[in-house]
């Protein structure tokens, strides 16, 4: 009895030895700031909430106390100077606005959601020209090369 209690021990003790050896606390690459939103417009009046992303492409969250609207205006005026170009403006049915902009190349997201008498706003950006899933996948989706064809009979 005794010498299956000490087995046991040691084969547990073994199995969090291994378990500890996995590396389970080591973190996904992320991409920085600089990489993917070097002219970082900050919002206006911003708290930092969160930040999330993946080796090329980055979230950061902000709550603002200036207004939807006003948060909009600072930003579209922000993409229409210093090399910015404000390529789509849009406003979603649950009046989420979202803005996509570029500046050398640079791809920007800015998503501003009213909460209450404040704003959410969400910033992305993503490296140039980094082959991301949707990349892959939008490219796969313009490659006809495996397309079926008929046969000429």
């Known amino acids: 009895m005794r010498q299956t ?4 021990t040691l084969g547990l003790f073994a199995c969090l030895l ?3 050896a996995c590396g389970g606390d080591e973190q996904p690459k992320q991409a920085s700031v600089n990489q ?12 930092f909430l969160s930040r999330s992303g993946s080796a090329d492409a980055l979230q950061l969250v902000f709550q603002s106390a200036a207004t939807p609207d006003f948060v909009a205006g600072y930003y ?10 404000l390529v789509s403006d849009l406003r979603q ?9 570029e500046q050398s ?5 800015v998503r501003i959601k009213p909460t209450g008498q404040t704003s959410r706003i ?7 020209g980094a082959d991301s899933a949707y990349a892959r996948a939008a490219k796969a989706a ?12």
């Open 5 to 8: 209690r000490s087995l046991w």
């Open 18 to 20: 291994a378990l500890g």
């Open 36 to 47: 993917t939103m070097p002219n970082l417009p900050l919002p206006p009046n911003a708290e």
């Open 76 to 85: 579209r005026n922000i993409f229409s100077t210093g090399g910015w170009s």
């Open 93 to 101: 049915p649950d009046s989420t606005l979202v803005l996509y902009a």
């Open 105 to 109: 190349g640079h791809p920007m997201w």
């Open 122 to 128: 969400e910033l992305m950006g993503a490296i140039p």
């Open 142 to 153: 313009r490659d006809t090369t495996n397309t079926m064809r008929p046969i000429n009979r």
